[in-house]
């Protein structure tokens, strides 16, 4: 039992994406506003699992395929774009400009980053910090727009509640980690160990609320993003 769950711990970053996916098919669903989240899942699969593989099995690779930062930086991108994307197209949040001018500004910002000042080779602690303030700031918007909703109630089972919570929590801790990586990494090894543990069981808790979310949307006879 013990090297079954060493075994999960070391694959956090993959098998969690088969949740909502497994969901997904298994109950046909087909609303339209969860479409971002299932193209995060099918890119971000196969994606962790080769960063997953070139990690546990460093030296064992070719020079070539022995650096995962790339994929790592290409992770972070999808995964603001695409719940971006999503959370953009909830009532609650597109009506704010200002969100919408934050989530193309990134796009636009991310490649003269990777251009002119670092390169994509490398771990990108300004993309991680990018992707978490912008992600917060609109499940913040979120929040507070749900508060103030008077026409959509909100439940804690609303799937838009569920996703938005999913990656709240992810990214709060997420930030913290890729904030103070190098730091920690440099002066307490083990603490950063026991960091990214936690920062790979939110993932986790994010990928069973999408799942949850997905299931919901399709018992939901309203479109929230209209």
């Given at each position: 039992m013990h090297e079954i769950f060493r075994q999960l711990n070391r694959w956090a970053e993959v098998w969690p994406l088969l949740l909502p996916l497994t969901v997904y098919l298994v109950y046909r669903v087909k609303e339209k506003s969860i479409t971002p989240l299932i193209i995060y899942a099918i890119i971000a699969f196969p994606v962790s699992l080769l960063a997953t593989i070139m990690a546990l099995y460093h030296y064992k690779m070719p020079d070539y395929l022995q650096n995962n930062n790339i994929l790592m930086n290409f992770q972070s991108f999808a995964r603001t774009v695409l719940f971006g994307w999503y959370i953009l197209k909830l009532r609650q949040v597109k009506q704010y400009p200002f969100a919408k001018f934050l989530f193309y500004l990134y796009i636009v910002l991310v490649p003269?980053?990777?251009?002119?000042?670092?390169?994509?080779?490398?771990?990108?602690?300004?993309?991680?910090?990018?992707?978490?303030?912008?992600?917060?700031?609109?499940?913040?918007?979120?929040?507070?727009?749900?508060?103030?909703?008077?026409?959509?109630?909100?439940?804690?089972?609303?799937?838009?509640?569920?996703?938005?919570?999913?990656?709240?929590?992810?990214?709060?801790?997420?930030?913290?980690?890729?904030?103070?990586?190098?730091?920690?990494?440099y002066t307490n090894p083990d603490f950063l160990v026991v960091t990214i543990k936690i920062a790979a069981y939110s993932f986790i808790l994010l990928c069973i609320l999408m799942s949850i979310a997905i299931y919901q949307s399709k018992k939901q006879t309203a479109d929230p993003i209209h």
């Open positions: 003269v980053n990777f251009i002119f000042f670092e390169n994509p080779l490398f771990f990108s602690e300004r993309l991680f910090s990018g992707e978490s303030i912008i992600l917060l700031i609109f499940c913040i918007t979120f929040f507070l727009s749900s508060i103030l909703d008077e026409e959509e109630n909100i439940t804690l089972r609303h799937p838009a509640f569920l996703i938005c919570t999913g990656i709240s929590i992810y990214e709060a801790i997420s930030f913290l980690a890729n904030l103070f990586l190098y730091p920690i990494f």
